[in-house]
């Protein structure tokens, strides 16, 4: 006799989890929290493809980013085209944004988005291979006011969730002019030290030297940390950009630190870099976000030169910090009323008196699928519900509803049609 075939159990994918219920509250409290925010700094809400052109991640992110290089989930079409799940949302943004014609309109144009992004990583706490990002885009203004105020964003947001611990790490990459000096100096200093890093800088020495600043492996952090400062290499313009930054941060009383040596694991960006983190004692803590100018992003993926300046915060690591900290969410709507139906004439009229209990804005639990009056009510004692209403066979023949007390016990029988006004009434009482 064959063997049978064992059924096989189903899990979510690596690296990614179900968002249950009760987690959902901390995830609506994000939402609204942060889209009500983003709309009171002026920025409106857009949505780009979840998978684009593979090419628009490899010359936008950068061809020899660990991003484009290790993380991308890659599909091919069946009419062969080569297409990128999204592992980042600011690349789709600029495509939209020139595709779109947002270019001839009035400048600034201020974006927001909220989705997941996609990366094949390591999955470990507070990294996923499926993560939901918040994303805002400033684009077409250079001022240094609208770097410090995206900061500033994030900053109201964390306030606003309940989170005042957060500190800002900020650096300056320059422009490009700037930048081929500091380049040549990075690479004197590493040559001589190219045995003590890992294969992966040994090959950023020579694609693309400035990725040595995003290495996270252990054993560089050291030869890294001596490194060569982006700062002492500014023009004169990149200098007074960044110092302008700083001063609108003092201004606005939000903790930096200068950190020579952050560059950001995207090649687009210009000038402002930075990342926000947690202030938690005696604990390393990962990045809740960052962002940074890239003034020349527009033009590398075929637009006119643009300037623009961006964040985007991890939502899942914002969310896992709501819960350590225990923020107060808003209290769950409980139901007033528990509706009761018992035969198949009781369910009918009960399916259209639960949609006019919920138009005159009276919350409303049931449990039409039970036929056991009995059982019902027990499941309306638990809700602690302060009436039931009650519809059988009999009631819906005479037009009528049941009114029960679910404290004393006392019924009233009304008209079907006067229940709302009545059950209005009693409430005011």
């Known amino acids: ?29 994000f939402y609204k929290v942060a889209e009500e925010l983003a709309k009171d700094y002026g920025f409106q809400k857009i949505e780009t493809p ?11 992110t950068g061809a020899t980013t660990d991003i484009v290089t290790k993380q991308m989930y890659l599909l091919r079409t069946p009419g062969g085209a080569r297409l990128a799940l999204r592992p980042e949302g600011t690349p789709g943004v ?3 944004y020139m595709e779109n014609g947002l270019a001839s309109q009035p400048q600034p144009i201020k974006l927001y988005y909220l989705g997941p ?23 077409g203004e250079p001022e240094a006011v609208l770097d410090a105020q995206i900061i500033q964003f994030c900053f109201s947001l964390f306030k606003d969730l309940g989170l005042k611990k957060a500190n800002v790490q900020i650096n300056s990459l320059g422009c490009p002019q700037c930048r081929s000096a500091y380049r040549r100096s990075l690479m004197d200093y590493y040559r001589y030290r190219k045995n003590r890093v890992c294969p992966d800088c040994r090959r950023r020495m020579k694609e693309n030297p400035l990725r040595l600043l995003d290495c996270k492996e252990e054993k560089c952090q050291p030869i890294k940390s001596q490194a060569p400062a982006t700062v002492d290499y500014l023009c004169e313009e990149c200098n007074k950009h960044f110092k302008e930054v700083l001063e609108f941060l003092d201004e606005l009383e939000i903790p930096y630190f200068l950190n020579n040596n952050l560059a950001r694991g995207l090649d687009y960006y210009t ?51 709501m819960k350590k900290e225990q923020v107060r969410l808003e209290p769950v ?36 699928s039970r036929d056991s009056i009995k059982a019902q009510l027990k499941i309306a004692d638990r809700l602690k519900v302060k009436f039931a209403l009650i519809l059988g066979q009999q009631e819906a023949l005479d037009g009528t509803v049941i009114i029960r007390d679910m404290e004393t016990g006392v019924q ?18």
């Open 1 to 29: 006799m064959p063997k049978k075939k064992k059924q096989k159990n189903f899990q979510a994918p690596k690296g990614t989890r179900d968002i249950l219920p009760e987690e959902q509250l901390y995830w609506d409290r």
């Open 50 to 60: 979840m998978f684009e052109d593979v090419e628009l991640f490899s010359r936008g």
């Open 94 to 96: 600029v495509r939209a």
């Open 117 to 139: 992004m996609f990366r094949y990583e390591q999955p470990q706490a507070g990294r996923y291979r499926q993560l939901y990002q918040l994303g805002l885009e400033n684009i």
């Open 271 to 321: 000038k402002t870099v930075f990342e926000i983190f947690w202030d938690e004692e005696g604990e390393k803590s990962s990045a809740l976000g960052g962002g940074g100018r890239y003034d020349g992003l527009v033009k590398d993926l075929g637009g006119k030169p643009t300037p623009a300046v961006g964040v985007g915060l991890g939502i899942d690591r914002i969310i896992a910090l």
């Open 333 to 368: 709507r409980n139901p007033k009323i528990f509706l009761v139906q018992l035969g198949m004439m009781g369910k009918k009229k009960s399916l259209k008196l639960f949609e006019a209990l919920r138009e005159a804005g009276i919350s409303t639990a049931e449990s039409l």
């Open 412 to 429: 009233e029988i009304v008209p079907l049609e006067k229940v709302i006004d009545e059950v209005k009434k009693r409430f005011r009482k």
